[in-house]
């Protein structure tokens, strides 16, 4: 009887001693991390710990010092963002992020313009499919993103990240200042595109979440390191907050 196991998928980004800095001040120290196609994997750590530096890194919005990422088996670290989100990598930055003067549709062809997909039919159907998942955008094409409420910007940032049909999905803080019923939407849409095969790294704070199915691994980041990297499932609650408040010296 054959018992082998099927080899793991390779890695769809591969993060290999990245350091970020501000200037002169590093914030990110040597980070290493492996993203698996249609894989979760959770950022978590207090505030100034540097998670949003790594993902900025990791997009191309920050310089790095050293180190590599790699998004396909190819090394992108030297390209701008923009070149980032054509090879299939895209970020949902903290705050809810949308051009709040523009209308949803805009915004959204704003997205399909970043691996260039804004053109006749094929961008019709991109909306269409984009509209099915987020109905409420759907209802409301013509409307200035300014005047959506909070969790709508949110699925609009979303969305626009989407757009342009990423192998790999940077998300940060998405459930900031929304509702708990908004929070649950936000990540059951996370968990359909993790089903779908999306390789996605979530920078977020309600650990119990995380750890309640959401995440396949979790990362706990601190003053710029990483201080524990493990599967969910062998992580309580009480370890990844022992892991984000222990005083180090």
Do not use: C
Not at 104 to 122: D, F, I, K, Q, T
Not at 131 to 139: A, K, N, V
Request: proline share 5%.
């Amino acid at each position: 009887m054959n018992t082998a196991q099927a080899p793991a998928a390779p890695p769809e980004l591969q993060v290999s001693d990245l350091q970020v800095a501000y200037g002169d001040l590093i914030a990110v120290w040597g980070v290493s991390l492996q993203l698996r196609p249609g894989s979760i994997t959770a950022l978590v750590g207090r505030n100034g710990a540097g998670k949003t530096t790594l993902l900025s890194g990791i997009a191309g919005l920050l310089p790095a010092r050293s180190g590599t990422v790699t998004l396909g088996g190819q090394d992108i670290s030297g390209l701008p963002p923009w070149r980032r989100v054509k090879q299939g990598l895209t970020i949902v930055q903290e705050g809810k992020r949308v051009f709040r003067g523009l209308t949803v549709r805009e915004n959204l062809m704003l997205g399909l313009g970043g691996r260039g997909g804004n053109r006749g039919g094929a961008a019709e159907q991109r909306l269409k499919a984009l509209y099915e998942r987020f109905p409420m955008l759907g209802e409301r094409p013509g409307e200035r993103a300014g005047a959506l409420s909070g969790g709508q910007q949110q699925m609009l940032a979303i969305a626009t990240a989407l757009a342009a049909s990423p192998r790999v999905l940077l998300v940060d803080e998405p459930s900031s200042g929304l509702a708990p019923v908004v929070v649950d939407r936000v990540f059951d849409i996370l968990e359909q595109l993790k089903s779908e095969g999306l390789a996605i790294l979530l920078v977020e704070q309600l650990v119990e979440e995380v750890l309640g199915g959401i995440a396949d691994d979790v990362i706990v980041l601190d003053r710029g390191r990483v201080t524990l990297h493990d599967l969910a499932g062998n992580l309580s609650t009480e370890a990844v907050a022992d892991s984000i408040y222990a005083t180090r010296l």
